[in-house]
């Protein structure tokens, strides 16, 4: 299947200072990338779809500023973390799809801890 | 936000019974798919089913899909204990993009040797 890399694996960083976690859609074009946030022993909750060449679209109650998205490229999408705080500690995951209807791939995920 | 529920939240069995965990979600979909989730580590993509299918086989695995009732079932048949793990259904919506997935709550799997 299609690999979608994601790199950090961990991060632990300072309170109040920014993290980018990078998504890679390795043999394949991703036009658009999702980000997801899971917190310990629950579910997948879906932050925002980004998409390449414009602004991503944040869900409702995801702040913006916080989360800065940015697709670039056909492969590449990140995520900064903006003046992270112990509350932003979480497991962060990107997916993408090859093509409409198919399955989505995710990468590893990204363990961030804010200290 | 969460399209459903997955019951039940967490299930023990010992190697070589069967795993039922099911789904249910309250809107329209295009695609129902089931993920599986080793601790602390990145999802797997076990099945995808669509809204006209009924049910599809890869395996040991089984899901079926029931429309008119908003949900679907996972089985996982003479369970081992590499499947010990978190299993997540997720449905894409046809008002979405393709690929984005709404989660359902999880199911947490244990097989014992």
């Known amino acids: 299947g299609a690999v979608v890399s994601q790199h950090p694996s961990r991060v632990i960083c300072k309170s109040g200072t920014s993290v980018k976690i990078e998504c890679r859609s390795l043999?394949?074009?991703?036009?658009?990338m999702f980000w997801y946030r899971q917190f310990p022993k629950k579910s997948l909750m879906l932050m925002a779809t980004?998409?390449?060449?414009?602004?991503?679209?944040?869900e409702q109650g995801v702040e913006k500023d916080k989360f800065l998205i940015n697709h670039a490229s056909l492969t590449l999408s990140t995520l900064t973390v903006t003046s992270a705080h112990p509350e932003d500690s979480s497991f962060y995951i990107c997916?993408?799809?090859?093509?409409?209807?198919?399955?989505?791939?995710f990468g590893q995920g990204t363990r961030l801890t804010v200290v | 936000s969460q399209q459903g529920e997955e019951d039940p939240q967490a299930l023990s069995i010992q190697e070589g019974e069967n795993a039922t965990m099911n789904c249910s979600y309250k809107?329209?979909?295009?695609?129902l798919q089931w993920y599986r989730q080793n601790s602390g580590r990145g999802l797997v993509h076990l099945i995808l089913?669509?809204?006209?299918?009924r049910e599809k086989h890869s395996g040991r695995l089984r899901v079926t899909l029931d429309t008119s009732k908003k949900s679907s079932s996972l089985l996982i048949t003479a369970s081992r204990a590499a499947d010990t793990a978190s299993y997540f259904c997720?449905?894409?919506?046809?008002?979405?993009?393709?690929?984005?997935?709404?989660f359902g709550a999880g199911t947490q799997v244990v097989v014992t040797p």
């Open positions: 043999d394949f074009q991703a036009t658009t």
């Open positions: 089913i669509r809204s006209n299918e």
């Open positions: 809107t329209s979909i295009n695609n």
């Open positions: 980004s998409n390449e060449g414009s602004k991503a679209t944040y």
């Open positions: 997916s993408a799809s090859t093509e409409v209807g198919t399955e989505a791939f």
């Open positions: 997720a449905t894409n919506n046809p008002t979405d993009s393709w690929g984005k997935l709404q």
